[in-house]
């Protein structure tokens, strides 16, 4: 028998455009709640069969879009907020338990999209400030995974994907068209990129069992490539930590087998390393 379910919408302005579902028997505690001060902006939310669900949709500006989607899980909570011009944000949490996406755009053009698919304790946080930011996270058939991405500045990429047993992974972007990749799948995987600057890269791609990678990245054109993998499926420990200051840095690090560590300083002009075990 559904109970204590709670519908909140506000529209001020032009053309706004707001669709509000939730259904079931057998849901409840369930808010949803949407707001739009502007012109021409479009939220959707639909909450089925969930406990304890929240979803949070505020867009001040033109253009906007929203689209939020709960299913099959319980205790999950959407909350998205955009101010400004044409940001678009895409949220799915389906089949999962205790989920939680978070997303927050102030700008133009910013573009955040966020899965949850088959899932337990998963946690997407994403927050955008600048001009045509983008970060897309997938996280999909695992266990407590954790995505994290903070972008501020102007034509920065974020893209992470996440699918096993307790990942971590954290992108923090400050500056203009930085670009960051990251892939993990297994499990107790970790990662942190910090770039900070102009036109930084990084490439990061951990598989099977306890690799850790960071990289910091602080300058213009810096780039950093890192590939862990196990042993024909045996799974490893490895772990790199890179720090680049300057411009025209590379750094490529690729990691195969078990329990080799990689760590790789720069500070200057044009350095390069590449180191494979």
Same mark, same amino acid.
């Given at each position: ?11 001020? $302005?032009?053309?706004?455009?707001? #669709? ?22 479009? #939220?959707?939310?639909? !909450?089925? !069969? ?8 505020? *867009? ?30 895409? %949220?799915?949490? %389906? ?10 755009? /102030? ?9 949850? &698919? ?15 930011? +983008?970060?897309?996270? &997938? ?5 407590? &995974? ?17 699918? $096993? ?7 923090? *972007?400050? $500056? ?5 990749? +990251? ?14 600057? &102009?036109?930084? *890269? ?9 690799? !850790?990678?960071? %990289? ?7 780039? +950093? ?5 196990? #042993? /024909? ?7 790199? +930590? ?10 490529? /690090? ?24």
């Amino acid at each position: 028998m559904a109970q204590q379910n709670s519908v909140y919408q506000y529209q001020e $302005g032009l053309d706004n455009f707001a #669709a509000t579902q939730q259904q079931f028997d057998g849901t409840r505690e369930n808010t949803l709640e949407q707001e739009q001060a502007g012109a021409q902006n479009t #939220a959707e939310a639909t !909450q089925q !069969q969930e406990t304890d669900s929240a979803i949070y949709q505020q *867009q001040n500006g033109a253009f906007n879009e929203a689209l939020v989607q709960q299913q099959y899980g319980s205790g999950n909570e959407i909350y998205n907020v955009q101010v400004g011009t044409e940001n678009r944000v895409t %949220s799915l949490q %389906s089949s999962t338990y205790g989920n939680l996406a978070r997303t927050r755009q /102030i700008g133009f053009g910013n573009e955040a999209g966020t899965v949850q &698919l088959n899932g337990n304790f998963n946690d997407t946080r994403i927050s955008q400030a600048g001009i045509g930011n +983008v970060a897309d996270t &997938l996280q999909n058939t695992g266990f407590h &995974l954790k995505s994290t991405t903070d972008q501020q500045g102007n034509d920065n990429t974020a893209s992470v994907q996440q699918s $096993g047993v307790d990942h971590f992974s954290a992108v923090v *972007q400050q $500056g203009g068209f930085n670009k960051s990749t +990251v892939q993990q799948s297994g499990a107790l995987q970790e990662s942190e990129l910090l770039q900070d600057g &102009l036109a930084n *890269q990084a490439y990061l791609t951990q598989e099977d069992d306890g690799n !850790q990678a960071s %990289s910091d990245q602080n300058g213009n054109f810096n780039q +950093v490539v890192i590939r862990q993998s196990g #042993a /024909i499926g045996l799974g490893g420990s490895h772990r790199s +930590v890179v720090s680049q200051v300057g411009t025209f840095n590379a750094t490529a /690090i690729s990691q195969n087998g078990i329990s080799a560590s990689a760590t790789v300083t720069q500070f200057g002009t044009g350095n390069s390393v590449s180191l494979s075990h």
